[in-house]
């Protein structure tokens, strides 16, 4: 027991510089004792219930169902899943674009299930509250990381250091935001400056944890009350000097085409999903009217 606490309190220390006691060879592994690493954690309630909260069965028949993905969508499975296993810098900031019917939500379905049979937190949050409960354990994201309701360019998250809500963003190895492109910039902001703290790692975006972000910039942006096209642009996240930082995984192929019922019905989803495209290329010239 006092091993494993000397350990433990090295590892904390270790993980505020960038390393982890798992680096050295010489020294003994937390994974060497998973009963008290495991008894530890569920002292914290929050990380208690994203451990034990998710139905092992429904868990393990979406990752025994991978296999339906298509390439795209298996592209992008495996680049997110390989940075949760690596989080390298540099290869921990992932955001997912895909018009409607792209098949994100089901993406995001098994990686979350993915991850979090393999015993690790995955975070799933959503800009809006319909939308998280489109994905597995969703929650707001102003909920999850108590985001101010009132934004500006220096705001911070109310994560209290002594809380249980430092501890479970702390051993989250995974947060997904789903419709990202709606929220404020300042919100992805104020997220990152407090992560950074929260994990002592100022160096990297979001203290080093895997983000990744998904929706559709052709849909919703976000509402600035009053404001300017300008001040709408501004709010956006590509806004943000974040952005820059995210890779860009894309998705293309309409699944809603593919499982139409009719030719007719087909042919119209193709013929609109083209018509997005051709609007997100600036190529309005051959866009003819939709009846």
Same mark, same amino acid.
């Given at each position: 027991?006092?091993?494993?606490?000397?350990?433990?309190?090295?590892n904390?220390?270790?993980?505020?510089?960038g390393? *982890?006691?798992?680096?050295?060879?010489?020294?003994? $592994?937390? /994974?060497? @004792?998973? @009963?008290?690493v495991?008894?530890?954690l569920?002292?914290?309630?929050?990380i208690?219930?994203?451990?034990?909260?998710?139905? $092992?069965?429904?868990?393990? %028949?979406? !990752?025994?169902?991978? $296999?339906?993905l298509?390439?795209?969508?298996?592209?992008?499975?495996?680049?997110?899943? =390989?940075?949760?296993? =690596?989080?390298?810098?540099?290869?921990t900031?992932?955001?997912?674009?895909?018009?409607?019917?792209?098949?994100?939500?089901?993406?995001?379905? $098994?990686?979350?299930?993915?991850?979090?049979?393999?015993?690790? #937190?995955?975070? *799933?949050?959503?800009?809006?509250? #319909?939308?998280?409960?489109?994905?597995?354990g969703?929650r707001?994201?102003?909920?999850?990381?108590?985001?101010?309701?009132?934004l500006?360019?220096?705001s911070? /998250?109310?994560?209290?250091?002594?809380?249980?809500?430092?501890?479970?963003?702390?051993?989250?190895?995974?947060?997904?935001w789903d419709?990202?492109?709606?929220?404020?910039?300042?919100?992805?902001?104020a997220?990152?400056?407090?992560?950074?703290?929260?994990?002592?790692?100022d160096?990297?975006?979001f203290?080093?944890?895997?983000?990744?972000?998904?929706?559709?910039?052709?849909? #919703?942006?976000? !509402?600035?009350?009053?404001?300017?096209? *300008?001040?709408? #642009?501004?709010? /956006?996240?590509?806004?943000s000097?974040?952005?820059?930082?995210?890779?860009?995984?894309?998705l293309?192929?309409?699944?809603r085409?593919?499982s139409a019922?009719?030719?007719?019905t087909?042919t %119209?989803?193709? %013929?609109?999903?083209?018509?997005?495209?051709k609007? %997100?290329?600036g190529?309005?010239?051959?866009?003819?009217p939709?009846?």
């Amino acid at each position: 027991m006092v091993k494993f606490h000397t350990l433990k309190s090295l590892n904390d220390l270790l993980r505020a510089n960038g390393s *982890a006691v798992a680096h050295f060879e010489d020294l003994l $592994h937390l /994974c060497e @004792y998973p @009963y008290l690493v495991l008894d530890s954690l569920l002292q914290n309630n929050l990380i208690r219930r994203e451990m034990e909260g998710h139905n $092992h069965d429904v868990l393990q %028949e979406t !990752v025994d169902h991978e $296999h339906l993905l298509n390439d795209e969508q298996r592209s992008v499975y495996s680049a997110i899943v =390989n940075g949760v296993g =690596n989080p390298t810098p540099g290869n921990t900031l992932f955001f997912v674009d895909g018009p409607g019917g792209t098949g994100k939500s089901t993406l995001l379905k $098994h990686i979350l299930a993915k991850v979090r049979l393999s015993g690790k #937190i995955a975070l *799933a949050v959503a800009s809006s509250g #319909i939308a998280s409960l489109l994905i597995m354990g969703g929650r707001t994201a102003h909920s999850t990381f108590k985001i101010p309701l009132k934004l500006n360019d220096t705001s911070t /998250c109310s994560i209290y250091k002594q809380s249980h809500l430092k501890g479970l963003i702390q051993n989250a190895s995974l947060v997904i935001w789903d419709e990202a492109p709606m929220t404020h910039r300042q919100a992805f902001e104020a997220v990152d400056r407090s992560l950074r703290d929260l994990m002592n790692n100022d160096e990297e975006p979001f203290g080093g944890k895997v983000f990744v972000l998904s929706g559709d910039f052709r849909q #919703i942006l976000p !509402v600035v009350v009053r404001g300017t096209p *300008a001040q709408t #642009i501004d709010a /956006c996240l590509k806004s943000s000097t974040l952005w820059p930082k995210f890779q860009q995984l894309h998705l293309r192929e309409n699944m809603r085409v593919m499982s139409a019922q009719n030719e007719s019905t087909a042919t %119209e989803l193709a %013929e609109f999903s083209e018509f997005l495209f051709k609007w %997100e290329r600036g190529d309005t010239r051959s866009i003819r009217p939709l009846d």
